[in-house]
């Protein structure tokens, strides 16, 4: 278990290396000059290249990669070309925000992805099972920003029931929340309905419902959890989607996080701001699939630790 | 039963191939079904107060925010989402077929480099790591077509892998190297008929999440460029409007929806015919 454990945790850091790398290289290719970019555009060539030389932009392409790394490990991302602030510090000021409305997302994409499933499979072959599949097809087929702005119409400008976008009470949650979970119920509800009518086929479950327990009790007590199991393995791998939702939810409700943050970025072409936001990500979702998978034996016994 | 004539008895695929078809019509006829040019800025095409005009009779759609005929460049737009789809989606199932095959099959360094890639490219968020290349790259058609493919290239490449690998260790594999025939032989004759089911499907499924990705782009403004018409950029430009001529955004939207189900459809019903594992689950 702990050779396991520790050669997981290496291969994660290993990954992030080798997205830190990447990321630099994008940074390198991307046509702006930082330099000029910062010193605005009235500045003096002389001036520029005092800038250029203060960010060590001269420098060769590894050893800037290495000023870079030993920068990232220190917990600096940088400094934004436009805001003229620390990248790790914007960043961290708007960490809370996503992550309140990524954790009220999944709750969301749970609740109607598993119910949405277990009535479909529940109700198999029936007009509701097909109806429900229907609408869970339209939820993966249908962008962010359409949800978004739909929702927006409907029940904050026509109905008036939410606020139109904003932060800060319970009531500017849902809309964000919902858009983001749509995409992941359409998902999930397709998973937990396979994943119970395959349970349901089994052996356990038949010899449950010979003895004459109530069906009620069977889907609960024994179909359910076991069910359940592949959605938890599908939950870290999940965090990949938040991340790119979150630049489009976030725009579109005025969602003060780090989704907006990089988009306001890639207006301006604010290179670093996009590529910490970018690395954040990827530490999510490395941490993500490690703690899917580090958890998933625990929960299903039948998955062994490889 | 030919693939065909299954999907002919299930309603939804039938369903979905008829969106498809209905798309494909409208791009490739789109000079004969439109009456205005896509970029054609109309005289008559704003109210006195410079505001789009609703659907009527001449405009059957309204017009935009600069009076161009919204019908007009949402038929135009058809040939953005299947030009974008089907090229960036093709490019990416080759790209993850040769990865996935060919780590698949010679395993050894070559494929532990190729895996670990896949999985390093995991790690990056799709959307924002196609920002990224979109920033560095100015976004044409084509580009964004490629942004799209190197990003989406990763998930084929880990599915064709596992397939290969269990495939390679199969009993007449084995034989078939045991009496000597080549690699070349293997690859061809063997793996690669066994994949084209698993192929044919991702061609499918992921047309819609090409379309839905080039839509998100070209939404956030970093996609197709205008006067192109995209259905990404139709919202982009007339979002301010949306409470005043609320159809300017829910009609192009409608569309994005409709082709990444139809696509989503026909993808899921081939899987069911095709994968032979999945007989009775669905």
Not at chain 1, 102 to 127: C, N, P, Q
Not at chain 1, 165 to 171: H, I, L, P, R
Not at chain 2, 166 to 182: H, N
Request: charge should be neutral.
């Amino acid at each position: 278990m702990s050779a396991y454990l520790i050669r997981r945790i290496l291969q994660a850091a290993l990954i992030l290396l080798g997205v830190s790398f990447i990321t630099f290289t994008l940074l390198y290719l991307v046509p702006a000059d930082p330099a000029r970019q910062i010193a605005g555009r009235s500045a003096t060539a002389q001036t520029v290249e005092n800038i250029r030389e203060q960010l060590g932009l001269n420098l060769p392409f590894y050893e800037q990669y290495w000023r870079y790394l030993t920068n990232l490990l220190q917990g600096d991302f940088g400094r934004s070309y436009l805001q003229k602030s620390e990248v790790g510090e914007l960043i961290a000021a708007r960490l809370p925000a996503s992550l309140l409305l990524m954790v009220s997302a999944i709750f969301t994409e749970l609740v109607f992805g598993v119910l949405i499933g277990v009535v479909a499979a529940i109700k198999r072959d029936s007009w509701l099972d097909k109806v429900l599949m229907v609408l869970s097809f339209v939820g993966v087929s249908a962008p962010q920003f359409v949800v978004g702005i739909l929702l927006l119409y409907v029940f904050a400008v026509q109905l008036q029931w939410f606020p139109i976008g904003g932060y800060g009470t319970f009531a500017h949650l849902v809309l964000p929340s919902l858009t983001l979970g749509v995409l992941g119920a359409g998902w999930y509800s397709r998973m937990m309905r396979s994943s119970l009518i395959d349970v349901l086929t089994q052996d356990y479950i038949r010899t449950a419902k010979a003895k004459g327990m109530p069906s009620v009790r069977v889907i609960f007590r024994h179909a359910l959890p076991n069910a359940f199991l592949p959605i938890i393995a599908m939950i870290g791998i999940d965090i990949g989607f938040f991340m790119s939702g979150i630049v489009v939810v976030e725009s579109v409700f005025g969602w003060p996080g780090i989704g907006q943050l990089a988009w306001q970025a890639i207006q301006r072409i604010d290179i670093p701001i996009i590529m910490g936001v970018t690395l954040v990500s990827a530490c999510a979702i490395v941490l993500g699939n490690l703690v899917a998978d580090l958890v998933a034996p625990f929960v299903d016994p039948r998955i062994k630790l490889k | 039963m030919s693939v065909l004539s299954q999907l002919s008895t299930r309603p939804l695929a039938l369903f979905g191939l008829t969106i498809v078809l209905i798309t494909f019509i409208f791009a490739l006829f789109a000079p004969w079904l439109t009456p205005y040019a896509p970029d054609a800025q109309m005289f008559d095409g704003l109210t006195l107060e410079g505001a789009p005009l609703s659907p009527n009779g001449q405009f059957w759609l309204g017009t935009d925010l600069l009076g161009r005929d919204l019908f007009s460049r949402l038929v135009y737009g058809a040939q953005t989402s299947l030009i974008i789809g089907i090229v960036a989606n093709g490019v990416a199932v080759s790209v993850g077929a040769v990865v996935g095959i060919v780590a698949g099959f010679f395993r050894g360094w070559i494929g532990t480099i190729l895996m670990r890639f896949t999985d390093l490219m995991m790690a990056f968020p799709a959307l924002l790591l196609a920002i990224v290349l979109a920033a560095i790259f100015k976004p044409s058609l084509w580009i964004v077509a490629l942004v799209i493919a190197m990003v989406n290239w990763v998930q084929v490449a880990r599915v064709i892998y596992a397939q290969t690998v269990s495939l390679a260790e199969r009993d007449f594999i084995v034989a078939e190297r045991s009496i000597g025939a080549s690699s070349t032989r293997i690859l061809f004759h063997h793996i690669l008929p066994h994949m084209v089911p698993t192929l044919l499907v991702w061609s499918t499924l992921g047309i819609a999440t090409t379309v839905l990705l080039e839509a998100t782009l070209s939404y956030l403004g970093i996609g197709v460029q205008p006067p192109i018409p995209s259905w990404g950029n139709i919202i982009f430009e007339n979002q301010t409007y949306f409470t005043s001529a609320p159809w300017l955004v829910f009609i192009p939207g409608a569309a994005i929806v409709l082709l990444a189900l139809g696509f989503n459809l026909v993808g899921d019903a081939l899987r069911d015919i095709l994968d032979p594992t999945l007989k009775g689950k669905s």
